[in-house]
Each structure stands twice: as structure tokens, then as C-alpha cells.
């Protein structure tokens, strides 16, 4: 029996190691092939065939719709199961994707059991699920979140995932200096560059901006119940300039720290790394920075 064939085409190393790990994961028997653009999937695809493509939307050379319309336009490619997983959540893309012949849809932040999901329910139509599970163990889906997961794609699924245990009357103090902040005790928002949305697997949370490069954004988010993780995937949205341009920046949390000095900090700075590579996200950030606001209103010591 052949194997089961995944294609992930992603720009980012980060997100094309994170779905081959949790293909690998979950279906052990899975034969993965990558390619760093819609260019370069086309011509291994022109030498081989898949039996799934996991494909990004924003890519350089050729993007992740024009690799969608180009195998639809094959004989051999035409009802090949082709999932979009992207950024791009809005409805009008959506569309667009639905319109060039996508199969699945997939929006970044993603968890594991979103990823597993949708390859199954792909898999299973074209008749090649059982074919793939045949001789796979079970396997206890993640219930760590997507940080966990993220962790284990960085370190080969060596480190140690720690879980939140269940509260307990005997430990109140630590529960204490965990807690969210009451509500009386709020403070002023930080001052930034600019508003952002922060987008994770547990959902959005508005963030103020207080540096920009190329590598990283440092921003500012107001503490929640559930704490963001350190290498947890995310997707940044940024909104600026007079024809408000938006760009969904794909990336990941490299530091999480109170912003306040004290245990009950009610909020957070985050480091957040980009992982694209396009050179359209990239020269959008150089615009920004290049605008001069990224020190118009930060405040000294923040």
C-alpha cells in the first residue's frame, strides 16, 4: 500500500515546521514534502504527485491562490484536496478562495486539533484516511494549547509540557499571585506608536504598539484570564496611515513579561517576532518605520 502524501507550502519555517509536526503527530505513516513558495510547490508538483496540499495565501514569486487556480487548470490536479491556510480571514477572500476551487479553509492562529480536523475531514473525502490510519496508534489529542504545541515543534517534542492543575483550597497563595487584577485597581493604557490586533489561538486581544523593526514588534496588552504563552503562534493586524492599510503579519511570541513592575501587573509586553518572508509584508514595515512615528509618543521606560 503507498503511502499517503502531504504537500505544506508555507514562507514561513516556523509554520511549515509546526503542520509537519503535527501531521507527523497524529498520523505517523504520513509522507511530507514542503516547498517555500507557490513556485516552487508548482514545480514539485510537476514531478510528483500528492494526495493533500496545506498551502499559505501571502508568498513570494508566485501566492497561494495562484497556485490553487494553476492545479485546478491540471488534469491530474483538479480534484486534489487543496486546504488554504492563511491569515486572510476576511469574507471577501474567503470567497475568492471558494471561487478558485478550495477545499478547506484554515485560519491562522490555528491549535493542532483545528489542523488534524480539517486533514481528516479532507483525507476522508478523497478516500484516503483509512488508507493513512491503517497503522497509526492513537493519539490523545494536545490539550495544552497551541503553545504546547508550538514548544514541542521547536524542540522535537523533547520538552516537557506542563499543565495547569486543578485550584485547590490548599495552595491559595500562589493562586493569589496569579490572579487577574481586580478591576478597581485598573491603570492608564501605556502609551505607543499605534493600536494593533493581537490574534491568538484563544482569541483577540487589542495590543498598542511600542517599537517596530523588521524583526519583531514590542507591544502592549491589557492582562486577561488566560495568559499568552511564549512561542505561541499569532497573527499580528496592523492598521496605519491615512489610507489605513492593513497587514496581517504572521509571527510568533518570543518573550511575555509584566509591564508593570509588581506580581499583579495589569499589563503585559509582549515581544512578538514576524516569521514572513514577503517581500510585500516587509516592505509595508519598512514604510511604517519609515513614517517616523515608532518614537512620536512612546514614553520613556516602558
Avoid at 516552487?40 to 487556480?69: F, N, Y
Avoid at 490510519?133 to 489529542?141: D, F, G, H, R
Avoid at 516537557?160 to 493569589?176: F, L, M, N, Q
Wanted: charged fraction near 25%; charge should be positive.
Amino acid at each position: 500500500m503507498s503511502k499517503v502524501s502531504v504537500l505544506v507550502v508555507d514562507d514561513a519555517t516556523f509554520i511549515r515546521d509546526l503542520v509537519k509536526k503535527g501531521l507527523r503527530d497524529h498520523f505517523p505513516g504520513v509522507q511530507i514534502e514542503e516547498a517555500v513558495n507557490g513556485r516552487k510547490a508548482q514545480q514539485l508538483l510537476g514531478r510528483q504527485a500528492v494526495d493533500l496540499i496545506l498551502c499559505d495565501w501571502e508568498m513570494p514569486e508566485m501566492s497561494g491562490l495562484e497556485l490553487l487556480t494553476w492545479c485546478r487548470e491540471q488534469d491530474d490536479l483538479k480534484t486534489t484536496p487543496f486546504i488554504m491556510v492563511t491569515s486572510r480571514g476576511d469574507k471577501e477572500n474567503v470567497v475568492q478562495a471558494i471561487q478558485a476551487g478550495v477545499s478547506d479553509y484554515i485560519g491562522k492562529p490555528f491549535s493542532n486539533e483545528q489542523l488534524v480536523t480539517k486533514v481528516k475531514k479532507a483525507l476522508s473525502r478523497a478516500g484516503k484516511l483509512q488508507a493513512l490510519t491503517a497503522n497509526a496508534a492513537p493519539k490523545m489529542l494536545s490539550g495544552g494549547g497551541f503553545a504546547n504545541d508550538s514548544l514541542a515543534a521547536l524542540t522535537g517534542g523533547k520538552a516537557e509540557v506542563v499543565k495547569p492543575s486543578a485550584p485547590t483550597p490548599a495552595a491559595p497563595a500562589p493562586a493569589a499571585a496569579f490572579a487577574k487584577p481586580a478591576p478597581a485597581a485598573a491603570s492608564k493604557a501605556p502609551a505607543g506608536r499605534g493600536q494593533g490586533q493581537l490574534r491568538l489561538p484563544s482569541g483577540s486581544m487589542a495590543c498598542v504598539i511600542k517599537a517596530l523593526s523588521l524583526k519583531e514588534a514590542l507591544l502592549v496588552v491589557r492582562r486577561a484570564d488566560v495568559l499568552p504563552q511564549v512561542l505561541e503562534s499569532a497573527v499580528l493586524d496592523l492598521e496605519q496611515g491615512e489610507a489605513a492599510e492593513t497587514a496581517r503579519l504572521n509571527g510568533y511570541l518570543h518573550a511575555v513579561a509584566a509591564f508593570e513592575p509588581k506580581p499583579d501587573s495589569e499589563w503585559l509586553q509582549l515581544t512578538f517576532r514576524f516569521v514572513d518572508r514577503d517581500p510585500q509584508k516587509l516592505d509595508y514595515l519598512s514604510r511604517l518605520i519609515a513614517r517616523g512615528t515608532a518614537q512620536k509618543h512612546f514614553s520613556p521606560g516602558a
